[in-house]
């Protein structure tokens, strides 16, 4: 089950959301270290979305513009005002949010009052 600190781990510290996330050392941990420290960590975060299950034009989508993401991938009106409130509060936020919603329709979850 993915939660809320889960969302704000990857979006905040991409390896580390992974390893509490997958609780395993892999390679597809390694090259999100690799990612996090050699290039932008833009790159690091965009690989940790695509290991949940995001394709990359959900992750690219939902780094740049979160309510627009929301509104394509999950369609719920409430979930992208939502969004679009807490991006107009600051990006992070929007991009935590938005990355969550996601997440949990990949993993078909639909109760999202459990946040």
Request: glycine share 6%.
């Amino acid at each position: 089950m993915h939660t809320l600190f889960d969302s704000i781990l990857t979006v905040l510290l991409a390896p580390l959301g992974m390893f509490c996330k997958t609780k395993k050392c892999d390679n597809t941990l390694f090259l999100n270290i690799l990612l996090a420290i050699f290039t932008v960590d833009t790159f690091a975060i965009i690989h940790a979305f695509c290991v949940y299950g995001l394709t990359l034009s959900e992750s690219i989508l939902c780094l740049l513009l979160p309510p627009i993401a929301v509104c394509i991938y999950h369609g719920g009106c409430m979930e992208t005002l939502i969004s679009l409130l807490l991006t107009c509060c600051g990006i992070i936020p929007g991009i935590i949010y938005s990355y969550h919603i996601l997440v949990k329709k990949v993993e078909g979850e639909t109760n999202y009052s459990a946040m």
